[in-house]
Structures are given as C-alpha cells and as structure tokens.
C-alpha cells in the first residue's frame, strides 16, 4: 500500500505560493510512489482560478482535492505549503514548506510555526540562513523576564522551485492573443518586468516598481527612440479598478518629471497562461529582464525569464542569489536598507529587519548601456539560460523532492495513537509568549 502525503495548500491561486504548491503536488503524483490527497486553501485575496482543464497536471492535482474534509486515515506525511505561522500537523510526520521570508528577520512566530513541525524546507540558501540565524529573546507575561531563547530547532533544508524546461523555452511563434497584447508597443526594444505591484510608498513597495520606473524615466527622458518598459504586473487582482488603481500610481511618478518627454511605460494587466508567459518573456521586442527587487523567498519569475535566454539586470540579494550567476547577470549593486514599515501588512516583518536596495545610479547606467551595446549582453543571457536549465529545472526539483519525502517517510511510526483532527474545523489559536529580538 502506497504511503499517503496529505498536502495543504492554494493549489488553485494564481499566487507565488500557488505556482509552488502545484509542482511539489505534480512532481508526487507523478513518482506514482504515493497516495496523494490535497486540501485546498485560499491565498489572501488573489483568485482562485489557476487550474487549467487543458493541462493534464492540473486535472491529477484536481482529481486529488478533498472537497470533503474526510480521510480514511491519518496520512504518514503531511506537507503544509504556507507561511510559517499557519502551520499545522495532521500527519505522521509534519513538514512545513515555505519561501521564508524577503527581509532579514522573520516574525518570532514564524520560527514558533517552524518549531511544530518536523521540518522545515525552504526555497532558497537566503530564507534558511535567516531562520537558522535568528533568535528571540521569550519573556515572562508578568515579570517581563527573560525566561529562555527561542531559535530554530528542528531541522531545514532547501527545495529550489524548479522551471519546467518543456515549457519555459526560447519560441520563435508568439500566438495572437500575445501578439495582439504587444500591438500597441511601438518600440522594438523592451526591457520587461514580471511581479506584483505591493503596498508602500515610492521606494517602498517590495518589488521597488516605483523606483524602478522613476529611474528608468530619468534614464531615457528627452531621448530620441528610447527603449520602451514592459510590466506584467497587478496589485491584488485583475481587476479594472486595479488596472486604473496602477496606471494612477505611474502618472504620479510621470508628473514628478514635468514637461520632460518621457519613454513609454505599457502595463500588461490580467490572467495569462504559462504557455502565454513563455511567449511574453521569449517576445522579439523583449531585449532583457530587469528587477530592481528588495527581497525574494525565491524569484520565480527570473527563474523562468532566464530559461529565454536573454540578459537580466538585476540585484544579486536574497532568493534569487541562488540561481542567478555573477558572471552571466548583469548585477546591479544593492545595499542592506531599513524595511519601511508600511510595506508589509501589520505584524509581518520585524522593525530592525533589512532589506536590499539597489545602487540606483549604477542601474541607470547598466540600463543605458544593454540598451545601446546589447550585442555584447547577449552571451551572457544565453550561458545564465544552460545553467539553470540543467540545475533549476522541474525535473531536477522533482528528483530532489523524491529523495527527500523517502528519507523522511523512511522512520515513520507503524501506529500512533494521535487522532486525525478534523480538516473542517479551524485549529486553536495558539496562546504564544510575548517575544523580541534577542
């Protein structure tokens, strides 16, 4: 009898977490080595419609989603793909799988979540490191004391999030719904830029959007046959308000440049496939990928934009340290920066916690010199594109994630005596100790 992995989470969301929990669910369907049950769960407000009927994967992952909360047994590994402080054990064994985090120091009660499970597997060398590294200080209620440390202490490990190399590939025919999008651009040369749209001020939203578009502007003002910049973006939906809610957001920053004549900015707004997300980054007008990012649990995105082979200007911090190579990006200087405090909802991120923050004048110039001396930026596009093909794949993510799950159901108890709690109801809240960094 096949062992049964129980897997939660927003396998449905067009999320980042969502994009995860659908390869992790396909590579285990797939190794056909395991009994694969899945509960479904939202992801904030983004929509729940990422499961394509035309994609065989997506119809397994469908086939296996308990729309009744009932298992005829307590599964011998749970997986529980969500932000640390969500999870919750159901299994045998318990192992949370998370991005981590963006900035330099997750909420004590992320590292309380990581304490309940088994183990903890990150996307990136960057989130592990930052669990691993951090401590609190756990005070008395009452006396306000020091009463003990709280740190990581089970163990971690790393899972890359792996691009499928059968999908995100260099194609030389862009469908029309694609090419009808890219109809309005005049411009023959695009950098582009893939990511939410987060909360904050200019300078402040994670993904630094702001900053970059002002930069760019500056860049490019008052030029003749200026490059354009794409952004596949949104805020929190697809939405028309969101659509004008962005456009607002661009014409402030245009303002700020008075009469100066300005390059174009084009926003690519709404759901579009994997297929049609491959043709977007491998677009001919789409010259080089460009972030000016202040913090990945991963960086999907760059991942599958490297896999067309063209340059990416971006900084070398955080997740995406792990895939994009010195030597083949065009890297942009960054610093460690305070985080804002209204760049994350309420009691997400630590006050002293920092993030990266791009040299933008050095990015001016990198900008400005793909633009007019691009020939000599290609190779580098073309050698990022065969490393990562052969190390950051899905095939060699799968491959790993198989080797880890059979470690780990190696030493899983026979019989407990554990009740399998009912998947319907919420768990308690958890009483926790008032916490600051130590």
Excluded at 277 to 297: D, I, Q, R, S, W
């Amino acid at each position: 009898m096949k062992p049964m992995i129980l897997v939660t989470a927003p396998v449905e969301t067009r999320s980042g977490y969502g994009n995860h929990a659908r390869d992790i669910c396909r590579a285990l369907i797939e190794s056909d080595k395991y009994d694969v049950k899945i509960q479904s769960v939202p992801w904030g407000s983004t929509p729940m419609t990422a499961l394509d009927s035309n994609d065989p994967s997506h119809n397994e992952i469908q086939k296996r989603i308990l729309r009744q909360p009932n298992l005829s047994k307590q599964p011998e590994l749970h997986l529980h793909i969500v932000i640390p402080n969500e999870f919750r054990q159901f299994g045998k064994k318990n192992v949370g799988m998370t991005a981590g985090i963006e900035a330099s120091i997750p909420p004590a009660e992320w590292i309380q979540g990581c304490n309940r499970m088994d183990m903890t597997i990150f996307t990136s060398e960057f989130s592990k490191f930052v669990f691993e590294n951090v401590g609190f200080d756990k005070l008395d209620n009452n006396t306000k004391q020091v009463v003990g440390q709280l740190k990581l202490e089970k163990p971690s490990d790393v899972l890359f999030e792996g691009a499928d190399a059968n999908l995100y590939k260099e194609v030389k025919k862009i469908s029309k719904k694609l090419d009808d999008k890219f109809s309005i651009i005049e411009e023959d040369f695009c950098f582009l830029f893939v990511g939410h749209w987060l909360q904050g001020n200019l300078g402040e939203d994670r993904k630094d959007i702001g900053m970059m578009l002002k930069t760019f502007f500056t860049t490019f003002r008052n030029m003749n046959n200026p490059p354009a910049l794409v952004l596949k973006t949104s805020g929190a939906n697809f939405s028309i308000i969101d659509r004008n809610s962005l456009k607002k957001k661009i014409d402030d920053i245009k303002r700020t440049f008075g009469n100066s004549k300005l390059p174009n900015v084009y926003i690519v707004h709404g759901d579009l496939t994997d297929e049609e997300m491959n043709e977007m980054y491998n677009h001919p007008k789409v010259k080089a990928h460009l972030t000016f990012t202040h913090g990945e649990g991963f960086g999907r995105p760059l991942l599958e934009a490297s896999f067309s082979g063209k340059p990416i200007i971006a900084p070398i911090s955080t997740g995406q340290a792990d895939f994009l190579d010195k030597e083949y990006t065009i890297e942009i200087p960054h610093t460690m920066t305070k985080v804002p405090t209204n760049a994350f909802p309420k009691g997400y991120i630590n006050p002293e916690s920092q993030w990266s923050t791009v040299n933008y004048g050095i990015a001016s110039r990198l900008m400005l010199d793909v633009f007019k001396n691009y020939d000599k930026y290609k190779v580098r596009g073309k050698k990022q594109m065969l490393v990562n093909r052969e190390n950051f794949s899905f095939e060699a993510m799968k491959d790993k994630l198989i080797g880890m799950v059979d470690n780990i159901l190696s030493d899983v108890p026979k019989q407990v005596e554990l009740k399998l709690p009912t998947l319907k109801k919420e768990p308690k809240k958890l009483k926790l100790p008032k916490l600051k960094k130590g």
